[in-house]
């Protein structure tokens, strides 16, 4: 017969309640972001809570309610760390001969001298305040990996219902925002698209992939549950009718990118169910019928949905119109390739496009709206960073590729290896949206995109392999120890 040792029973309560503080502590950092962390402004008004959360967090999860290890987030931190360092380095003085002699620069000191103004100590940065800027936006990322690392797997596995709660709590939103004048006062920000079903974002976009993102999730959750057949089919038909809801509104915003990255997310989904057919009733020719038969409905409610709004919604007119708005995104990439040559190979400081690219930007193009990024980050990316920027990508997608390649062709149905599949599907739709968007400069996305990569290297190590399949399996192996 074993007991539990009074000692073991006193040192597992404090561990047990610093487990439960950081959870918390993490669900309200999540929530603080989806609330003030759906712009990319540097000026928004709830940008210093957010990142001052994420310091709170990071430090709240180091010095006391941390419990775990670093190590098998070691390389999205030291990538993280690197570009921080980088940022740094953009931020340190120079002295005005070694300044001019920076590719780029020269311009500007001739402009200073034709003004009769002397060369102080400048940095590689253009604009080094949003330099500083975008240094303190890496704050989210981190407290999130940090947090995730140091908490128990078992409040790991949490984290998945409550990214689905965000999406359909901001699809609601959205919803809520088209009733008509009532519906302007849900608008978050100050500037946005007050025509589209925003929800928690200030860009349509945005929206369209947090949206996107919500079906591989929401497949994954209606397959990994266990219980009561009955409740189980309910439950199911709950997660599909949520699906096609987010769809309806992913259509109704209006962008583009949005239906591009429906359709990645309904083959992220299938892909998923695929893979743990051997643990759900997928596995039956019944199952893949219900599937088969699902997809054909989902595909006819929304190619016939979007067929009889097409004349009706201005939101959805917009999928099938001509916007001049994003044809100069592709106009403007030839510019915005000069200039990420002409700083070569130091870069212009991480925040400083749009400054930098007023400098290029045609006479006959100015107006009322302003070119705020290059919506396409990749470009934008080594503009800013250079060539050393444009090494630290390389080395995360060699990173990327690596462990998603390990976590589709090992087969494992762990949760863990369900979750990394999970992510790396999530970050796949992030980074495309990022060849024409600019979603990882929110701090919802960026906390999404961090969440994503835990997933992915979560299943790492020999946890795996002693790991349950589903918590009707799980024992508690953070409980106290016994003796017989």
Known sequence: MRKITKDARMDHQPSRFRHQAGYVAFVAFMALCLIGGGGSRADMQSLPFVRLGAI??????LLWAGQGSLRRVRTPL??????ALLMIIQLIPLPPALWMGLPGHAGYSQLAEAAGIDQPWRPISITPDLTLNSLLALAIPA???VTLALLPRESTFKVLPLLIAGALSSALIGVAQMSGDAGKDL??????????????????????????????????????????????????????????????LGLATGSRMGVVLQLLGMAGAFALLRVRRGSTDVQTGKGRQCILIGAGVSMVLILGGAMIARSRA???????????GEDLRFAYISYTVDLAGKFFPFGSGFGSFDAVFREVEPRAQLGWAFFNHAHNDLIELAMNGGIFALGLLAVFLLWWFRQALRLWRGGSKSRSADLGRLGSILTAMLMLSSLVDYPLRTPTMALIFAISCFWMCGSSGSSEAREPRDRNEADDSAGPRFTR
């Open 78 to 83: 030291i990538l993280l760390a690197l570009f």
């Open 56 to 61: 709170l967090l990071t430090a709240f999860m």
């Open 187 to 248: 608008y978050l920000y100050r500037i946005t698209n007050f025509s589209a079903p925003v929800g928690f974002f200030a860009n349509r976009n945005h929206q369209a992939a947090f949206l996107a993102m919500g079906i591989p999730m929401l497949a994954l959750w209606a397959a990994s549950l266990r219980g009561d057949p009955r409740k189980l089919l309910a439950l199911r038909w709950t997660a599909f009718g949520a699906a096609l809801f987010i769809v309806a």
């Open 314 to 324: 201005e939101s959805i007119q917009r999928l099938f119109a001509s916007d001049s």
């Open 143 to 145: 407290a999130a990996l």
